[in-house]
Structures are given as C-alpha cells and as structure tokens.
C-alpha cells in the first residue's frame, strides 16, 4: 500500500508549514548533494487566474537547495499558440505570471528546447504507444519533482500528476501523438463562420468555406485550441477519441518516468479546483473547496487520492463524468496496468 501524505487545509493555518511537511516527508530521501533537480509544474496561461502562484512554489524550491541540491523550473512548451507555443513566448509568459528566477532563487528552463523539437525517443510496449518523445532536459537530470494543480479537464476528467508527466514532459512531436485521437468536429448547424478558429490555428488546418468552418484532418494535430476559442459550442472532441487519450497520456507518463525509477517524487495541491485546465486564459469555475496538499512517491497513487478527496469533498461520486463526461479512473486503471503505479494507497494526514 502507497504512502500519500496529506496537509489538510482545514487543520493548518500556514500555507510554508503544510509545503515544508509534505517535502521533509518525500524530496529528501531522493535528492542527494549536487543533484540537478527539474520541478515540473505549469507556470500558467496569459490571462489565467487560477494556475499555482509562485510563492507556492518557491518553499519547494528553497527546500531542495537547502538539502544540497540544485533545482530549476521546467515545462515544455504547447501545441497551440497563444503564450506559450515556444521557449521565448513561454518565458515571458512565466514572467507575467511572477515566475522570475530572482523571486524564485532558481533558473527557469523549457525543457523542449526553443521550439518544442528538443527530444529523446523512448521505447515502450504500450496498447497505443510504441515511442515516446520526451522532452531532453528531463533525461539530463538527477531527480524530478513534479509539482502540478488537481483541477477538472475537459480531455481526461481531472488533471494532476499523470497529465502532467504524460503531456507535459514530452516535446511536441510527443503531444502530437497524444492529441492526435482529438481531431474535433465541427456541429455545421452552430458554426457561424466567424473565422476565430481559422485565424487561432497554428496548424493552418482550419479554412472557412461557406461560413463554415472545415477542418484538414491531415493537418491537424488535436490540440483542440479551437474547441476552447469557439464561443458558439460548434467545434467538438470526439467521443471515441477520449478514453485513448487517458490510456496514451498513462503509458507516455510510464515512458517518462523509467529513467528516474524511485528518484521522481509527486505533489498535487488541491486548490482552486476549478472545471477547467490552467491552459485555458479565462477563468474557470470551481466546483470543489480548498482541500490542501498531497505528496507521494508514488503518481498513480497521488492522482487516485487526489481523485477521491475531491469527489468527497464534492459529496458526488460522478462529478467528473458529470462535468466532461469522462471517467479519470480509466487513466489510474491503465496507470496500473503499465506498472506506473499503484492505486492502492493509505491516506497520511500530517
């Protein structure tokens, strides 16, 4: 059974103590003196509200140099263009959103290289994956610590430590191989033809013809930026297209992590648990209450607890098939399968 520790927001007060809990307990047995430690997390969106705030991030920061070893922050950049479609624009956006590496102490690196192409190609005998395109700088370095928001999400149900191993640490040849069962639809009795999606594509896979948007299935990536600019609810996921992505984003997330075998720790805070992911750059509704902060050495187990806190603090076993439509747990079951982790775990208040 699977330790994940557990700083409940209802019995602490301050946000440096519960933060300085849940890292004595998992970051220091897995970083040693001099170790190059990458802390993974999404430094948000321009225009989003809800992502984790750098003074949240920063204890974890000044924990791991304190214990001797040498942490920067990491991401990787998007498959859609917005803010942070490369290194440059993602810096920047970092930037806006208070991640300095003057406030945090720490260097701040797109770990995909200046546009996405940096990568190592990974082997894995998955159901769908055979390769994996990780991200370069993940396989340079000492430890992980992967830092991510649990959130609802409009692809996978709920988005945590998985999604954000198996999105987020691959390059964007990587993603494209996620996002590909994505390719959306367009519902012709509500497209307006107003061009939006046609002009936000990266891709060019988006023409208007007739006032309707038609998309290039050959040039499309799934990256669904159109789905989320569209004001109108013409443009659509597949229905079939979802459970594959929950099943590709665990075996990407088992690809990613082989390297670091038991040197790869997780933190999920469960905060501003709004419907939709950090990527989208207008705020989002919450539909759960604050509930605190989780650490494990163990992914699939973290997202399982994550998963499970939020549906019972929500009082609603279905909340997210009733907000997406889609079952997370199809994710911590194909986790198991793949020997990502295990679900089994026992819940450690400390």
């Not at 750059?281 to 050495?297: E, Q, V, Y």
Request: aromatic share 8%.
């Amino acid at each position: 059974m699977q330790q994940v520790f557990f700083a409940n927001l209802n019995k602490h007060l301050k946000w440096d103590q519960m933060i300085l809990g849940i890292c004595e307990k998992i970051i220091s047995s897995i970083v040693n003196p001099g170790d190059l430690v990458a802390v993974k997390l999404h430094m948000g969106e321009r225009g989003g509200g809800t992502f984790l705030k750098p003074s949240l991030v920063k204890p974890i920061v000044d924990f791991i140099k304190n214990i001797g070893g040498e942490p920067f922050l990491t991401d990787t950049s998007t498959l859609y263009r917005r803010g942070r479609g490369n290194a440059i624009e993602y810096l920047k956006t970092a930037l806006m959103n208070g991640f300095s590496p003057e406030f945090i102490g720490c260097p701040i690196i797109i770990a995909d290289g200046l546009n996405g192409e940096s990568e190592v190609e990974v082997s894995f005998n998955g159901k769908y994956l055979k390769k994996v395109y990780v991200a370069s700088t993940f396989m340079s370095v000492d430890s992980l610590i992967v830092v991510s928001h649990g959130k609802g999400h409009r692809l996978c149900g709920f988005g945590g430590s998985i999604k954000n191993v198996g999105m987020g640490c691959l390059s964007q040849k990587g993603k494209i191989l996620i996002h590909k069962v994505s390719q959306p639809n367009v519902n012709v009795e509500k497209c307006v033809g107003c061009r939006i999606c046609e002009k936000q594509c990266r891709w060019n896979a988006i023409k208007v013809i007739d006032n309707v948007a038609k998309i290039s299935y050959e040039k499309c990536v799934g990256c669904l930026d159109c789905f989320i600019v569209c004001s109108f609810e013409a443009v659509s996921p597949p229905e079939e297209g979802k459970e594959q992505v929950l099943v590709r984003l665990a075996e990407a997330a088992a690809a990613v992590l082989k390297k670091f075998k038991n040197k790869a720790v997780f933190i999920n805070f469960l905060i501003d648990i709004t419907e939709l992911c950090d990527c989208v750059p207008n705020a989002s509704r919450k539909f759960a209450p604050d509930i605190g902060i989780l650490g494990s050495k163990d992914i699939v187990a973290i997202d399982k607890a994550s998963i499970d806190l939020i549906k019972e603090n929500c009082n609603n076993k279905n909340i997210f098939l009733d907000l997406h439509k889609i079952d997370p747990e199809i994710m911590i079951k194909t986790g198991e399968e793949v020997k990502l982790g295990s679900a089994n775990y026992k819940l450690v208040e400390i």
